[in-house]
């Protein structure tokens, strides 16, 4: 199944009006305007998804800052959206689909096959002349049922040895990856022996994704092969959504580790590597990355 959608075949689906549920999650991090401006203009007939409490629920702790809702809590926020069985979905955002993967992964996990990003999002649409239209839309409830585990997903004792003979993708930026500088969460660095893949480097300065073959080679250039067994984790889940989506335009798959790195940095027993490579693995290891400069500190690390 395609990840992707182009402006020109959005605008032929609802030409031919084909049924298809436009949802709009205008969301970047440290913002709060995201619905203020979807008001402001949005695609004719984007339903408004609030990231922070339709994709995320927060009264789970120690999951990390956007913890996945229950298959229930999911289902009852698609519905509201007015998703239907056999629906098919178009996610888009104003930030290279940085947020709407967050929603497209959801999706998928949940059994929805057809649901798409729309490449370029707003800006792309607006760039081809196309109409928007402002306020709130309220579609008629939906009857979907999401089932769950469509797409792999790792918790935080797999994350701790993922990269034993296997990769583990860091998705932040690479300053955040390094340790330079930490935002948000306790502690700066990474999960020891990840290896760090700035999702910004998955898109143009248009905010298109890359070509499938540019892609591949980005990747290939990270240590994946054909017989890598790959996951992926950012500061919260969200932007690994979108690396996921970038390794499934290339030709992998891949799992989320949706607590990341806001759960594995709250937790004082995980380790915090610093540094700009993954560590070698100690003698007698069981495989692991290329040897480099980071250093594993305990809890000590921007605490």
């Known amino acids: 199944m395609a990840t992707l959608i182009s402006v020109p075949e959005l605008r032929n689906r ?5 049924r298809t549920v436009l949802l709009d999650v205008r969301w970047v991090l440290g913002r709060t305007d995201g619905h203020s401006e ?3 203009a949005h695609l004719p007939g984007a339903v408004f998804v609030d990231l922070p409490t339709e994709l995320a629920d927060h009264a789970q702790a120690g999951l990390g800052r956007h913890p996945l809702p229950s298959r229930e809590r999911f289902q009852a926020a698609a519905r509201q959206w007015g998703i239907n069985d056999g629906d098919t979905v178009v996610a888009y955002d104003n930030s290279g689909s ?8 959801m999706l998928r996990n949940a059994g929805v096959d057809s649901v798409y990003l729309l490449d370029g999002g707003l800006a792309a649409w607006a760039a081809a002349g196309y109409p928007v239209e402002t306020g ?8 979907v049922f999401l089932g769950e585990g469509g797409m792999p997903a790792i918790n935080e004792a797999e994350a701790a040895r993922w990269h034993h003979q296997r990769i583990l993708l860091d998705a ?3 300053e955040r990856f390094r340790g330079e500088v930490e935002p948000i969460d306790p502690r700066a660095g990474h999960i020891p022996g ?4 700035p999702t910004t480097q998955n898109v143009s300065a248009d905010g298109t994704f890359l070509p ?6 980005r990747f290939e250039a990270l240590g994946l092969d054909e017989a890598s067994t790959v996951a992926v984790y950012c500061g919260s889940g969200v932007t690994a959504s979108h690396e996921i989506a970038a390794l499934h335009i290339a030709g992998f798959t891949a799992a989320l580790y949706p607590g990341s790195f806001s759960q594995w940095s709250n937790n004082p027993d995980n380790p915090v590597a610093v540094g700009a490579e993954p560590l070698e693995e100690p003698a007698g ?4 990355g290329p040897s480099g400069t980071s250093t594993v500190t305990g809890s000590s690390v921007g605490s």
């Open 14 to 18: 609802l030409d031919s009006g084909e």
């Open 38 to 40: 979807y008001l402001a």
């Open 98 to 105: 940085m947020a709407a993967a967050r929603v497209w992964w």
């Open 136 to 143: 709130e839309v309220r579609p008629v409830v939906g009857n």
């Open 172 to 174: 932040r930026a690479g």
């Open 194 to 197: 990840a290896v760090s893949a």
């Open 212 to 217: 499938a073959e540019e892609l591949r080679r």
């Open 285 to 288: 290891g069981d495989g692991g």
